[in-house]
């Protein structure tokens, strides 16, 4: 819940959204011409929420340090996604180094829950990043 509400102002400040015009106070807004990194969000979300669980359950701080530093910065990387779908730099440098570090933590300790789990999410963004970098660039 609390991942959420610091993701949502990062949708809806997109340079794309347009004002609706027959709003009396312009809160409401539409998408025009705009693709959501919904994958990137939800990978964000995951991982802030993460470290704020590892803080309540362990009360560990460096857990929710690094849970809200890496969650934020993947949360960026989703919101630059989602303003240009070649601007991947920031989202794979944030997943690839979550990858590294917590696969190491898998590998050492052989638990699932987390770095397992954060690894292999971590694995599959990079995968889906690294593919978005392959992909021809499309003519406009």
């Not at 303003?83 to 180094?97: E, K, R």
């Not at 397992?116 to 593919?131: E, I």
Request: proline share 5%.
């Amino acid at each position: 819940m609390f991942s959420c509400l610091l993701l949502a102002p990062l949708v809806l400040c997109n340079s794309s959204v347009a004002q609706h015009p027959d709003s009396p106070i312009g809160v409401f807004a539409y998408v025009s011409n705009m693709s959501v990194d919904w994958v990137g969000y939800g990978y964000a979300a995951l991982v802030a929420s993460g470290g704020v669980i590892g803080y309540v359950k362990a009360g560990s701080v460096p857990s929710l340090a690094a849970g809200l530093l890496f969650g934020g910065l993947a949360g960026f990387g989703a919101y630059q996604i989602s303003n240009d779908p070649n601007n991947v730099w920031v989202s794979l440098a944030t997943s690839g180094a979550l990858a590294g570090l917590m696969g190491k933590r898998f590998y050492a300790s052989k638990k699932f829950m987390p770095a397992g789990l954060v690894a292999g999410a971590s694995l599959l963004l990079v995968g889906k990043l690294s593919l978005t970098l392959l992909q021809k660039p499309q003519e406009s």
